[in-house]
């Protein structure tokens, strides 16, 4: 039973350009979290999916979009990457009615140059 | 969301005991309490989740005194390969069903031989 998975796992972008990230949830799950964790700090919050919609978002601006597929798999659009962008970026999935905890994958790793 | 206050860093040897403790003071009554343990370049790996009382599983015990204003995770014997970021978290389903994680900053444990 494959777990989440990311993809790529890394990638080198510049300023001004724009990135699309991957991510398949866990078998048996249908909601998925992304969060963006620069070097040395915990993971931050950027939004949630569940049934195709933005559910929840955290403190990130509109350059920070995200896509919900029937399927379940989501990605993460970030549009006019900055140098702050730099970071990995995490994807989480879990059961809408499940207690049970978020599962995470491995991460995209972006580099900003 | 309930903040958590955990320490920065902790050291251990092989073999000993780690007992890392974090505080939550405005934990809600529906809130739960997780950790999470993250290696370099690795997502978060969940490790134990409880409410009330004392939780154990293969690989930690957590124990949450009656007030639920703190817990304390423990790790039996570790070892070399339990070097890595913990985290503490308190969280509920926000009421629908979907949960946002907040990470502070973590603590670094570090095992010597």
């Known amino acids: 039973d494959a777990g989440v998975t990311q993809s790529p796992t890394h990638l080198i972008k510049t300023r001004g350009q724009q990135v699309t990230l991957r991510c398949s949830p866990k078998s048996g799950h249908d909601t998925v979290s992304w969060y963006q964790q620069a070097l040395g700090q915990g993971p931050q919050f950027i939004f949630q999916y569940y049934e195709e919609e933005e559910r929840q978002r955290g403190n990130f601006p509109d350059r920070f979009s995200g896509h919900q597929f029937p399927n379940y798999s989501s990605e993460l659009n970030v549009n006019a990457l900055l140098l702050g962008d730099s970071a990995l970026y995490l994807c989480a999935s879990s059961s809408r009615w499940s207690n049970q905890p978020q599962h995470f994958g491995d991460g995209t790793r972006l580099s900003i140059l | 969301l309930a903040k958590t206050t955990q320490p920065i860093s902790m050291d251990s040897y092989e073999g000993q005991e780690v007992n890392i403790t974090c505080s939550h003071n405005?934990?809600?009554?529906?809130?739960?309490i997780t950790w999470y343990q993250q290696f370099p370049s690795q997502g978060p790996r969940f490790i134990i989740q409880?409410?009330?009382t004392k939780v154990t599983n293969e690989v930690a015990s957590l124990f949450i005194p009656a007030d639920r204003k703190s817990s304390t995770l423990s790790l039996p014997r570790v070892s070399l390969s339990d070097t890595a970021v913990y985290y503490c978290?308190?969280?509920?389903?926000?009421?629908?069903?979907?949960?946002?994680?907040?990470f502070g900053t973590g603590t670094r444990l570090l095992v010597s031989p």
């Open positions: 405005n934990i809600a009554t529906n809130d739960y």
């Open positions: 409880g409410y009330k």
């Open positions: 978290l308190v969280g509920d389903k926000q009421g629908t069903g979907f949960q946002k994680l907040v």
